[in-house]
T-cell receptor, first 115, second 110 residues
């Protein structure tokens, strides 16, 4: 079946504009995660959704960041009033509990550049 | 606080064995993962440990000691395609939140 998909693959925006990033998880995966990865650095946890439970938003860096997920489907990550420091690759992953724990399957990422 | 430490870079020779270490201090523990990430690509799953001991999967093995907060990834018969970053990640208890280390960049030379 299809893997995790993200759109757009690249986004260039001007400082102060809002951007919306989209993630389509693997069908049937109950958990969905957003991470940020700055150039040459590790993954920074942002938020995760698990089924109908309240999302864990503890990694969101500021109130300019928000995310939504409808049921167990598509998620959108919104960054308002973008800043140059928001430039990074935003990775989405989905998982379902199984023998390997909750192995996360990552999408290709959205490379965000804020000018 | 929460902290995951890995060496920044390692270099090894094709055909050799390399061990990448990871130490962690986290608020609870509910599993440790290793992911491989080639430059410009998304991470892909390598291994999962939740109990102490060694998990072997082909050329790759992963070890965990929960009492020491320590894990390692062992790569045997290194190939050039193994040149990548290797990410250690720990899942906290009480949920699915996963904390990633900064990764170890492995360079395999001929």
């Amino acid at each position: 079946g299809a893997g995790v998909s993200q759109s757009p693959s690249n986004k260039v925006t001007e400082k102060g504009k809002d951007v919306e990033l989209r993630c389509d998880p693997i069908s049937g995966h109950t958990a969905l995660y957003w991470y940020r990865q700055r150039l040459g650095q590790g993954l920074e946890f942002l938020i995760y959704f698990q089924g109908n439970s309240a999302p864990d938003k503890s990694g969101l860096p500021s109130d300019r960041f928000s995310a939504e997920r409808t049921g167990e489907s598509v998620s959108t990550l919104t960054i308002q009033r973008t800043q140059q420091e928001d430039s990074a690759v935003y990775l989405c992953a989905s998982s379902s509990w199984g023998q390997g724990g909750d192995t996360q399957y990552f999408g290709p990422g959205t490379r965000l550049t804020v000018l | 606080g929460q902290n995951i430490d890995q060496p920044t870079e390692m270099t090894a020779t094709e055909g050799a064995i390399v061990q990448i270490n990871c130490t962690y201090q986290t608020s609870g523990f509910n599993g440790l993962f290793w992911y491989q990430q080639h430059a410009g690509e998304a991470p892909t799953f390598l291994s999962y440990n939740v109990l102490d001991g060694l998990e072997e999967k082909g050329r790759f093995s992963s070890f965990l000691s929960r009492s020491k907060g320590y894990s390692y990834l062992l790569l045997k018969e290194l190939q050039m395609k193994d040149s990548a970053s290797y990410l250690c990640a720990v899942r906290n208890t009480g949920g699915f939140k996963t904390i990633f280390g900064a990764g170890t960049r492995l360079f395999v030379k001929a």
